[in-house]
């Protein structure tokens, strides 16, 4: 399915080596961020109390947040779960301040609002837990990584590989790097959408890299940059469809889905919009640069005689 058709390749290789210049600067003041900023954890990662309620009648959630605010925290996740009268919270470690004693100061400040607030839950997650979500979370980046390149060098061949790799940190490092600008708080469900990203950014150059392949099978004569520049023109209406469908739903989790999907939907929207530049402009110029070649992807045809048995034809 096409909305249209570019008749005239666009000649996106002209403008590679400036493009992937800026994207390498913006890489460095991503990781500068991190090493400099680091991430603002949410409690899954840096232990914490998580606290559920129950209000005997719906409750508005920002009411509740304007509460816990009070109290010093900010940014804490307030979302409903079950029904909209239960409410869970999770609370930062706090110096000077046990679970317990935590859970007794919100409690007092939510009844102070309503009487009837009931205490359902309380669970103090530790340190310990979060370094161990650290360092599941860090393997399973590893695994989806080594997957990828496992997949994309036994599919078409190593540069490729390497290039769509390269890439997909490009996306990964900048995400994290957004959130370490901004002290976003990242929590699991970033990291969700941070793997999210990888397969996604993942598929798109694939397609191009399939793209290429085809080219290269079909128009003997042209150059690799023509190649590239024809695979890239030629799926831009395919990527025009699928990144603005992929990227409406997500806004729409942006604007309508609440303090719960906030940063889960932020990322996914960075992660979306620099997927498709690394895709065009990272991955294919780094292949480009590697040194691709037709004989990489589309092997020769055999020759007269060969793999034929060495003493065919022989006379004695």
């Known amino acids: 399915m096409e909305l249209f058709r570019i008749r005239k390749d666009i000649p996106f290789t002209r403008h590679m080596l400036v493009l992937n210049l800026v994207s390498f600067a913006t890489f460095l003041a991503a990781v500068f961020f991190l090493v400099t900023r680091g991430l603002h954890l949410s409690v899954e990662f840096t232990g914490g109390t998580v606290v559920e309620v129950s209000y005997a009648q719906p409750v508005d959630l920002e009411q509740?947040?304007?509460?816990?605010?009070?109290?010093?925290?900010?940014?804490?996740?307030?979302?409903?779960?079950?029904?909209?009268?239960?409410?869970?919270?999770?609370?930062?470690?706090?110096?000077?301040?046990?679970?317990?004693?935590?859970?007794?100061?919100?409690?007092?400040?939510?009844?102070?609002?309503?009487?009837?607030?009931?205490?359902?839950?309380?669970?103090?997650?530790?340190?310990?837990?979060?370094?161990?979500?650290?360092?599941?979370?860090?393997?399973?980046?590893?695994?989806?990584?080594?997957?990828?390149?496992?997949?994309?060098?036994?599919?078409?061949?190593?540069?490729?590989?390497?290039?769509?790799?390269?890439?997909?940190?490009?996306?990964?490092?900048?995400?994290?790097?957004?959130?370490?600008?901004?002290?976003?708080?990242?929590?699991?469900?970033?990291?969700?959408?941070?793997?999210?990203?990888?397969?996604?950014?993942?598929?798109?150059?694939?397609v191009i890299f399939d793209r290429i392949r085809e080219t290269f099978r079909r128009q003997r004569k042209m150059t690799v940059r023509e190649v590239i520049d024809h695979a890239i023109t030629s799926t831009m209406s395919r990527t025009i469809i699928t990144h603005g469908s992929t990227e409406a739903m997500v806004l729409s989790m942006l604007l309508f889905g609440g303090p719960t999907l906030h940063y889960f939907a932020l990322a996914l929207t960075i992660g979306i919009l620099f997927g498709i530049y690394s895709s065009v402009f990272v991955a294919a110029g780094i292949a480009m640069w590697l040194g691709i070649r037709r004989e990489d992807l589309v092997k020769a045809p055999k020759k007269a005689g060969e793999g034929d048995d060495p003493n065919a034809g022989a006379v004695v």
């Open 64 to 206: 509740v947040r304007a509460v816990v605010a009070g109290l010093g925290y900010a940014d804490v996740p307030v979302q409903n779960f079950g029904s909209s009268r239960d409410v869970m919270m999770r609370l930062p470690l706090r110096e000077g301040l046990n679970s317990g004693q935590q859970t007794e100061q919100l409690l007092a400040a939510l009844r102070a609002q309503d009487p009837a607030v009931e205490l359902r839950r309380t669970e103090f997650v530790g340190p310990q837990v979060g370094r161990e979500l650290v360092s599941n979370g860090l393997l399973a980046l590893a695994f989806v990584i080594g997957g990828i390149m496992i997949y994309l060098a036994v599919r078409f061949e190593w540069k490729y590989a390497v290039a769509a790799i390269i890439a997909n940190l490009h996306d990964v490092v900048i995400i994290l790097g957004f959130f370490a600008f901004f002290q976003w708080e990242f929590s699991l469900a970033v990291l969700a959408a941070v793997l999210a990203v990888l397969g996604y950014s993942v598929n798109e150059s694939v």
